[in-house]
Protein backbone atom coordinates (compact mmCIF):
# COMPACT_ATOMS: atom_id res chain seq x y z
CA UNK A 1 0.00 0.00 0.00
CA UNK A 2 2.85 2.68 0.98
CA UNK A 3 4.11 1.85 -2.34
CA UNK A 4 1.07 2.62 -4.67
CA UNK A 5 0.89 5.75 -2.51
CA UNK A 6 4.10 6.58 -3.39
CA UNK A 7 3.81 6.32 -7.02
CA UNK A 8 0.21 7.98 -6.96
CA UNK A 9 2.22 11.12 -4.95
CA UNK A 10 4.93 10.75 -8.07
CA UNK A 11 2.67 10.93 -9.93
CA UNK A 12 0.73 13.76 -9.22
CA UNK A 13 3.19 15.81 -8.85
CA UNK A 14 4.68 14.78 -12.41
CA UNK A 15 1.42 15.00 -13.53
CA UNK A 16 0.87 18.64 -12.15
CA UNK A 17 3.73 20.13 -14.52
CA UNK A 18 1.94 18.42 -18.09
CA UNK A 19 -1.55 19.85 -16.38
CA UNK A 20 -0.02 23.21 -16.07
CA UNK A 21 1.60 23.47 -19.29
CA UNK A 22 -1.75 21.89 -21.01
CA UNK A 23 -3.82 24.88 -19.74
CA UNK A 24 -1.80 27.16 -22.06
CA UNK A 25 -2.11 25.28 -24.51
CA UNK A 26 -5.91 24.88 -23.89
CA UNK A 27 -6.37 28.31 -23.19
CA UNK A 28 -4.64 29.86 -26.75
CA UNK A 29 -6.47 27.32 -28.35
CA UNK A 30 -10.00 28.04 -26.88
CA UNK A 31 -9.03 31.84 -27.78
CA UNK A 32 -6.71 32.10 -31.22
CA UNK A 33 -7.60 28.40 -32.55
CA UNK A 34 -3.52 27.77 -32.22
CA UNK A 35 -1.81 24.90 -31.64
CA UNK A 36 0.76 26.84 -30.11
CA UNK A 37 4.16 24.76 -30.74
CA UNK A 38 6.41 27.67 -29.61
CA UNK A 39 4.92 27.02 -26.05
CA UNK A 40 7.82 25.11 -24.16
CA UNK A 41 10.22 27.36 -25.94
CA UNK A 42 8.47 30.55 -23.91
CA UNK A 43 8.57 28.28 -20.39
CA UNK A 44 12.84 27.79 -21.51
CA UNK A 45 13.58 31.16 -22.43
CA UNK A 46 11.74 32.48 -19.36
CA UNK A 47 13.34 30.25 -16.98
CA UNK A 48 16.94 31.39 -18.55
CA UNK A 49 15.62 34.45 -17.65
CA UNK A 50 14.87 33.96 -14.37
CA UNK A 51 18.23 32.31 -13.78
CA UNK A 52 19.97 35.21 -14.98
CA UNK A 53 18.03 37.81 -12.95
CA UNK A 54 18.61 35.37 -9.57
CA UNK A 55 22.43 35.48 -10.00
CA UNK A 56 21.51 39.50 -9.29
CA UNK A 57 18.76 40.09 -7.53
CA UNK A 58 18.08 36.84 -5.65
CA UNK A 59 15.86 34.34 -6.22
CA UNK A 60 12.67 35.79 -5.31
CA UNK A 61 13.16 38.90 -8.06
CA UNK A 62 14.14 36.83 -10.73
CA UNK A 63 11.00 34.58 -10.49
CA UNK A 64 9.37 38.09 -10.57
CA UNK A 65 11.11 39.11 -13.54
CA UNK A 66 10.87 36.08 -15.43
CA UNK A 67 7.35 36.26 -15.25
CA UNK A 68 7.00 39.59 -16.54
CA UNK A 69 9.06 38.94 -19.22
CA UNK A 70 6.96 35.83 -19.91
CA UNK A 71 3.65 37.68 -20.10
CA UNK A 72 5.03 40.73 -22.26
CA UNK A 73 7.22 38.44 -24.60
CA UNK A 74 3.77 36.23 -24.82
CA UNK A 75 1.14 39.00 -25.60
CA UNK A 76 4.35 40.95 -28.05
CA UNK A 77 4.78 37.76 -30.21
CA UNK A 78 0.84 37.50 -30.44
CA UNK A 79 0.52 40.89 -31.47
CA UNK A 80 3.47 41.45 -33.39
CA UNK A 81 3.29 38.40 -35.57
CA UNK A 82 0.79 35.67 -35.14
CA UNK A 83 -2.10 37.92 -35.13
CA UNK A 84 -1.19 39.20 -38.95
CA UNK A 85 -0.63 35.20 -39.55
CA UNK A 86 -4.01 33.97 -39.13
CA UNK A 87 -4.95 35.82 -42.17
CA UNK A 88 -3.17 33.12 -43.80
CA UNK A 89 -5.54 30.19 -42.03
CA UNK A 90 -4.21 27.76 -39.22
CA UNK A 91 -1.59 26.03 -41.23
CA UNK A 92 0.72 29.61 -41.49
CA UNK A 93 -0.17 30.00 -37.67
CA UNK A 94 1.13 26.83 -36.92
CA UNK A 95 4.03 27.26 -39.15
CA UNK A 96 4.97 30.26 -37.52
CA UNK A 97 4.52 28.71 -33.93
CA UNK A 98 7.09 26.39 -35.07
CA UNK A 99 9.07 28.54 -36.75
CA UNK A 100 9.46 30.58 -33.37
CA UNK A 101 10.32 27.38 -31.35
CA UNK A 102 13.09 27.07 -33.37
CA UNK A 103 14.37 30.49 -33.71
CA UNK A 104 13.83 30.83 -29.34
CA UNK A 105 16.02 27.12 -29.05
CA UNK A 106 18.72 29.27 -31.25
CA UNK A 107 18.73 32.45 -29.68
CA UNK A 108 18.99 30.84 -26.14
CA UNK A 109 21.68 28.34 -27.26
CA UNK A 110 23.59 31.54 -29.05
CA UNK A 111 23.32 33.83 -25.82
CA UNK A 112 23.95 31.01 -23.09
CA UNK A 113 25.37 28.11 -25.24
CA UNK A 114 24.10 24.24 -25.06
CA UNK A 115 26.09 23.47 -21.65
CA UNK A 116 23.48 22.39 -19.38
CA UNK A 117 23.56 24.58 -16.19
CA UNK A 118 21.67 24.12 -12.51
CA UNK A 119 19.21 26.21 -10.82
CA UNK A 120 18.37 24.73 -8.03
CA UNK A 121 16.38 28.11 -6.55
CA UNK A 122 14.87 27.66 -2.79
CA UNK A 123 11.66 25.33 -4.18
CA UNK A 124 14.42 22.59 -4.63
CA UNK A 125 14.61 21.50 -1.25
CA UNK A 126 16.09 18.02 -0.91
CA UNK A 127 14.22 17.47 1.86
CA UNK A 128 10.77 15.48 2.17
CA UNK A 129 7.84 15.12 4.58
CA UNK A 130 6.79 12.13 5.70
CA UNK A 131 2.81 11.05 5.35
CA UNK A 132 2.99 7.95 6.65
CA UNK A 133 4.82 5.16 7.37
CA UNK A 134 7.07 4.97 4.27
CA UNK A 135 5.51 7.36 2.27
CA UNK A 136 7.23 10.46 1.46
CA UNK A 137 6.69 14.07 -0.18
CA UNK A 138 9.73 15.41 -1.38
CA UNK A 139 9.20 18.93 -0.57
CA UNK A 140 9.75 20.58 -4.06
CA UNK A 141 7.01 17.75 -4.95
CA UNK A 142 4.84 19.70 -2.29
CA UNK A 143 5.60 23.12 -3.94
CA UNK A 144 4.69 21.58 -7.13
CA UNK A 145 1.20 21.01 -5.95
CA UNK A 146 0.70 23.50 -3.46
CA UNK A 147 1.41 26.12 -6.64
CA UNK A 148 -0.71 24.38 -9.25
CA UNK A 149 -3.52 23.51 -6.67
CA UNK A 150 -3.52 27.29 -6.10
CA UNK A 151 -3.09 28.52 -9.62
CA UNK A 152 -6.20 26.27 -10.91
CA UNK A 153 -8.32 27.58 -7.89
CA UNK A 154 -7.12 31.64 -9.16
CA UNK A 155 -7.70 30.84 -12.49
CA UNK A 156 -11.19 29.43 -12.26
CA UNK A 157 -12.23 32.88 -9.72
CA UNK A 158 -10.65 34.68 -12.42
CA UNK A 159 -12.45 33.76 -15.51
CA UNK A 160 -16.01 33.70 -12.96
CA UNK A 161 -15.57 36.48 -11.30
CA UNK A 162 -13.36 39.21 -13.60
CA UNK A 163 -14.60 41.42 -16.35
CA UNK A 164 -10.98 40.53 -18.34
CA UNK A 165 -12.07 36.60 -17.87
CA UNK A 166 -15.29 37.05 -18.80
CA UNK A 167 -14.15 38.77 -22.09
CA UNK A 168 -11.87 35.97 -22.46
CA UNK A 169 -14.89 33.08 -21.86
CA UNK A 170 -16.57 35.31 -24.53
CA UNK A 171 -14.16 35.20 -27.46
CA UNK A 172 -14.04 31.36 -26.84
CA UNK A 173 -17.07 30.28 -26.95
CA UNK A 174 -17.61 32.73 -30.46
CA UNK A 175 -15.28 35.71 -31.43
CA UNK A 176 -17.93 37.65 -34.00
CA UNK A 177 -20.41 37.94 -30.99
CA UNK A 178 -17.89 39.10 -28.54
CA UNK A 179 -16.38 41.74 -31.03
CA UNK A 180 -20.21 42.74 -31.91
CA UNK A 181 -20.93 43.00 -28.12
CA UNK A 182 -17.89 45.49 -28.00
CA UNK A 183 -15.23 43.35 -26.77
CA UNK A 184 -11.49 44.25 -28.25
CA UNK A 185 -10.89 40.37 -29.67
CA UNK A 186 -7.53 41.09 -30.41
CA UNK A 187 -6.42 42.67 -26.96
CA UNK A 188 -8.29 39.77 -25.42
CA UNK A 189 -5.87 37.06 -27.68
CA UNK A 190 -2.99 39.32 -26.57
CA UNK A 191 -3.91 38.53 -23.05
CA UNK A 192 -4.18 35.01 -23.15
CA UNK A 193 -1.08 34.46 -24.94
CA UNK A 194 0.46 36.96 -22.16
CA UNK A 195 -1.67 34.58 -19.16
CA UNK A 196 -0.51 31.19 -21.01
CA UNK A 197 3.07 32.14 -21.32
CA UNK A 198 3.29 33.40 -17.55
CA UNK A 199 2.03 29.81 -16.58
CA UNK A 200 4.26 28.27 -19.16
CA UNK A 201 7.06 30.27 -17.21
CA UNK A 202 5.61 28.63 -14.16
CA UNK A 203 6.10 25.57 -14.91
CA UNK A 204 9.43 25.79 -16.27
CA UNK A 205 10.86 27.58 -12.81
CA UNK A 206 9.00 24.63 -11.15
CA UNK A 207 10.76 21.70 -13.61
CA UNK A 208 13.76 23.11 -13.50
CA UNK A 209 15.49 21.19 -10.62
CA UNK A 210 14.64 17.82 -12.06
CA UNK A 211 16.13 18.71 -15.32
CA UNK A 212 19.11 20.49 -16.43
CA UNK A 213 18.79 24.33 -17.44
CA UNK A 214 19.16 23.86 -21.40
CA UNK A 215 17.62 25.44 -24.60
CA UNK A 216 15.70 21.64 -25.43
CA UNK A 217 14.54 21.33 -21.77
CA UNK A 218 10.98 21.63 -22.15
CA UNK A 219 10.78 19.38 -25.74
CA UNK A 220 9.63 16.30 -23.47
CA UNK A 221 7.11 18.24 -20.90
CA UNK A 222 5.63 20.24 -23.74
CA UNK A 223 4.84 17.17 -25.57
CA UNK A 224 3.35 15.33 -22.37
CA UNK A 225 1.03 18.93 -22.00
CA UNK A 226 -0.10 18.12 -25.52
CA UNK A 227 -1.21 14.69 -24.65
CA UNK A 228 -2.55 15.87 -21.44
CA UNK A 229 -4.58 18.04 -23.32
CA UNK A 230 -5.62 16.10 -25.90
CA UNK A 231 -6.70 13.49 -23.10
CA UNK A 232 -8.84 16.05 -20.86
CA UNK A 233 -10.59 17.85 -24.32
CA UNK A 234 -8.73 20.41 -26.52
CA UNK A 235 -11.48 22.74 -25.29
CA UNK A 236 -11.37 21.96 -21.73
CA UNK A 237 -9.60 23.67 -19.32
CA UNK A 238 -10.62 21.35 -16.00
CA UNK A 239 -9.94 18.74 -18.71
CA UNK A 240 -6.14 19.99 -19.28
CA UNK A 241 -5.94 19.39 -15.37
CA UNK A 242 -7.46 16.10 -15.20
CA UNK A 243 -5.51 15.14 -18.41
CA UNK A 244 -1.99 15.99 -17.13
CA UNK A 245 -2.95 14.15 -13.48
CA UNK A 246 -4.46 11.44 -15.41
CA UNK A 247 -1.28 11.35 -17.65
CA UNK A 248 1.32 12.18 -14.63
CA UNK A 249 -0.20 8.74 -12.72
CA UNK A 250 -0.42 6.39 -15.60
CA UNK A 251 3.43 7.47 -16.39
CA UNK A 252 4.26 6.64 -13.04
CA UNK A 253 2.45 3.70 -12.40
CA UNK A 254 3.76 2.01 -16.03
CA UNK A 255 7.12 2.66 -14.99
CA UNK A 256 6.98 1.02 -11.96
CA UNK A 257 4.50 -2.16 -12.39
CA UNK A 258 5.42 -2.86 -16.30
CA UNK A 259 8.81 -1.07 -17.90
CA UNK A 260 10.68 1.67 -17.47
CA UNK A 261 11.34 2.04 -21.10
CA UNK A 262 7.53 1.46 -21.36
CA UNK A 263 7.07 4.80 -19.31
CA UNK A 264 8.55 6.79 -21.79
CA UNK A 265 5.94 6.16 -24.64
CA UNK A 266 2.96 5.63 -22.79
CA UNK A 267 1.56 9.62 -23.16
CA UNK A 268 1.56 8.71 -26.80
CA UNK A 269 -0.21 5.28 -26.48
CA UNK A 270 -2.80 7.15 -24.75
CA UNK A 271 -2.89 10.01 -26.93
CA UNK A 272 -3.33 7.58 -30.28
CA UNK A 273 -6.09 5.78 -28.16
CA UNK A 274 -7.99 9.03 -26.82
CA UNK A 275 -7.81 10.02 -30.40
CA UNK A 276 -10.01 7.14 -32.06
CA UNK A 277 -11.96 5.97 -29.09
CA UNK A 278 -13.15 9.56 -28.28
CA UNK A 279 -11.44 12.24 -30.09
CA UNK A 280 -13.22 15.21 -28.08
CA UNK A 281 -11.32 13.74 -24.91
CA UNK A 282 -12.49 12.69 -21.54
CA UNK A 283 -13.93 16.12 -20.44
CA UNK A 284 -14.52 17.89 -23.51
CA UNK A 285 -17.54 18.31 -26.01
CA UNK A 286 -18.20 17.28 -29.95
CA UNK A 287 -18.11 20.28 -32.22
CA UNK A 288 -21.92 20.55 -33.82
CA UNK A 289 -20.76 23.22 -36.77
CA UNK A 290 -24.02 24.08 -38.23
CA UNK A 291 -23.52 24.00 -42.29
Known amino acids: ????????????SAGSLYALLAVGLVLIYKSSQV????????????????????????????????????????????????????EGGEHAV?????????????????????????????????????????????RHDAAILATVMVLVVLL?????????????RAVSQNETAAKLMGVRVARVHALT????????????????????LDPSMMFAPLLKAFAAAVLGGMRSLPGAVVGGWLLGVIETFAG?????????????????????VRPEGLLGKPEIKKV
Open 1 to 12: MALFLQNLLNGL
Open 35 to 86: LNFAHGALAMLATFVAYEAAQSIGYAGGIAVSLVFAFVAGAALYRGLLHRAR
Open 94 to 138: VMVTIGLLMILEGAAAAIWGTDTKEFHHYFADAGSLELSAGVYLP
Open 156 to 168: AIFFRMSRVGVAL
Open 193 to 212: WGLASVLAAIAGILIVPKVF
Open 256 to 276: AYISTEFQASIAFVILVLVLV
